[in-house]
């Protein structure tokens, strides 16, 4: 007799309509790429695209969280119908965040400076704008799975949602008896089960964990093995980008380096380097192009 538990019907995916998607997605040219993110030199490494999680990475100082918001002022700008729910403590107080995000919008200071601070009205405008984009999350929740599934709840179909948790050691980890590394594994796999059953895509910023200096007295380029926690960062996550700012006094030169991208449709492991403007804080295209992470770290 044999030993083979029979499947049930039903329990496999309907062939017939997988068939019909396919076919969908080769009448209108392919596998969709993700949106641009606002610079042409870094869309063919890194796209966004629904569905998918990303986690941001680099040194402290590195202007992870400076770059992702000014790529998701991108992505409003050019499809406004999308909602970005952030927690993002180390942004604190809200208006503080608020500012930083109108600047973006706005492309000038909003307080004095060496450039043309915005006027009243350019500040009513910018914040109106960015108030119709972005939302915050309530601060007591502080677990990463509680933080998206409320964040998920804000989506109504009709509207491109976007969720950023930043810093990730600054949330409440509960781990019940599970070591580090199992914990960090489990909580990622609960994170994809999210992006994948909305119309979101996550973002999660993370540092690296302490890493020894060069001999020059340089700080090398973190790799995704080099996340605080686990190397599940790795495994799990949909794309890496890595963002390294160069120490050098008075440099404002900052790299992007896709470290990993799952899907080749969504784009290419790559890196660029784009100017960073201390004003505004925006991002401009890059005067060179550099190697790829696995290059740098000799």
Not at 53 to 70: M, R, Y
């Amino acid at each position: 007799m044999s030993n083979v538990v029979p499947i049930a019907r039903g329990a496999h995916v309907n062939l017939g309509q997988l068939f019909t998607e396919g076919l969908k997605l080769y009448r209108t040219g392919g596998l969709p790429r993700g949106q641009s993110t606002g610079w042409p030199c870094l869309d063919p490494h890194y796209t966004v695209l629904t569905k998918q999680w990303t986690v941001v990475t680099g040194f402290p100082g590195s202007g992870k969280s400076e770059w992702l918001d000014a790529m998701l002022v991108n992505l409003a700008e050019a499809e406004p119908s999308w909602l970005f729910a952030i927690y993002s403590p180390e942004n604190y107080p809200v208006a503080t965040h608020l500012v930083k995000l109108v600047e973006k919008r706005v492309r000038k200071p909003f307080g004095a400076g060496p450039t043309e601070r915005m006027s009243e009205a350019e500040y009513s405008a910018g914040a109106s704008w960015v108030l119709e984009h972005f939302l915050w999350l309530d601060p007591e929740l502080r677990t990463p799975d509680s933080l998206i599934a409320t964040a998920l709840s804000y989506g109504d179909g009709a509207r491109k949602l976007g969720v950023v948790l930043d810093p990730w050691n600054t949330l409440d980890h509960e781990r019940n008896g599970m070591s580090e590394t199992d914990y960090v594994s489990y909580i990622l796999t609960e994170v994809t089960k999210l992006a994948r059953s909305s119309s979101a895509h996550v973002w999660l910023v993370a540092h690296p964990a302490k890493i020894q200096r060069n001999k020059d007295g340089a700080r090398p380029l973190p790799t995704p093995y080099d996340i605080a926690g686990s190397a599940a960062w790795y495994a799990k996550a949909d794309n890496i980008v890595c963002v390294h700012r160069d120490q050098a006094e008075g440099s404002q030169d900052v790299e992007i380096h896709v470290q990993k991208v799952r899907f080749k449709h969504v784009g290419t492991v790559g890196a660029v380097t784009r100017k960073y403007d201390r004003a505004t804080g925006r991002y401009f295209e890059p005067m060179r192009s550099v190697n790829s992470y696995a290059d740098r770290r000799g």
